[in-house]
C-alpha cells in the first residue's frame, strides 16, 4: 500500500499522528524542501514524534519518507486525471491544486485536439495563408458574452457575429484568403 492511501486512511494513529499527516497533505509541494526540524515547529511537535510517524509508515527515518511520499504523490497524481471540465475545482482546493487541474485539463484538451487535426489540411491551409498577401477574418458565434469590440468601435462584436461569408467575397482579392470561424 502507498503512503498517500495509508495516510488518506488515518487508522492506527493518534491524533498528533493524524496532525501532522493533515499538515502533510495540505502542504505536499512544500516538504521536500522541508527538515525535520521545519516541520516538527510547522505542526507544533518534536523530531522524535516526526519519526514515530515515519516508522509507522515503514520508514526508517523522515529522509527515507520524503523520497518515498514524493514517488507515491507524483503516482498518484498521475493516476488522478479525472478532472471535470465543467467544474475543474472546488472552493475548498489550494491555489496550487487548482493550477495542476488546469493544467491537466489544457493537456487532455490539447491531446484531444491534436487527435482529431487533419494534419494535410491544416498544412495546405497554412500554405495559402503564408503566400497571401492580406487575409481576411469573418468570425460567426460569440454571442453576447463575447468581446464588445472597442469603445470606438462600438458594436464590433456584433458585426462579427452577423457576418456570413458572403460578405468577404467582394472583398477579396487574388493575393489575398479569407477565413471563416465559426
Excluded: W
Amino acid at each position: 500500500m502507498n503512503i498517500i492511501t495509508r495516510m488518506a486512511e488515518r487508522e492506527g494513529f493518534t491524533d498528533t499522528g493524524c496532525q501532522i499527516i493533515d499538515y502533510i497533505m495540505y502542504h505536499d509541494t512544500e516538504l521536500a524542501q522541508m527538515t525535520i526540524g521545519q516541520l516538527a515547529k510547522q505542526t507544533y511537535t518534536s523530531n522524535p514524534t516526526i519519526i514515530r510517524l515515519c516508522r509507522k509508515l515503514g520508514m526508517d527515518g523522515f529522509r527515507e519518507f520524503k523520497v518515498r511520499f514524493a514517488g507515491d504523490l507524483e503516482k498518484y497524481r498521475q493516476s488522478k486525471n479525472d478532472v471535470d471540465m465543467d467544474y475543474p475545482f472546488r472552493g475548498n482546493e489550494r491555489p496550487g491544486d487548482i493550477m495542476k487541474n488546469i493544467g491537466r485539463l489544457t493537456k487532455n484538451t490539447i491531446d484531444i485536439l491534436y487527435k482529431d487535426l487533419d494534419i494535410d489540411a491544416l498544412t495546405q491551409a497554412a500554405n495559402i495563408i503564408g503566400r497571401s498577401n492580406r487575409i481576411y477574418f469573418c468570425a460567426n458565434g460569440g454571442g453576447q458574452n463575447g468581446y464588445p469590440g472597442p469603445p470606438d468601435q462600438p458594436g464590433l462584436q456584433n458585426r462579427l457575429h452577423d457576418c456570413q461569408y458572403d460578405i468577404l467575397r467582394p472583398h477579396l482579392r487574388p493575393e489575398g484568403c479569407g477565413c471563416g470561424l465559426q
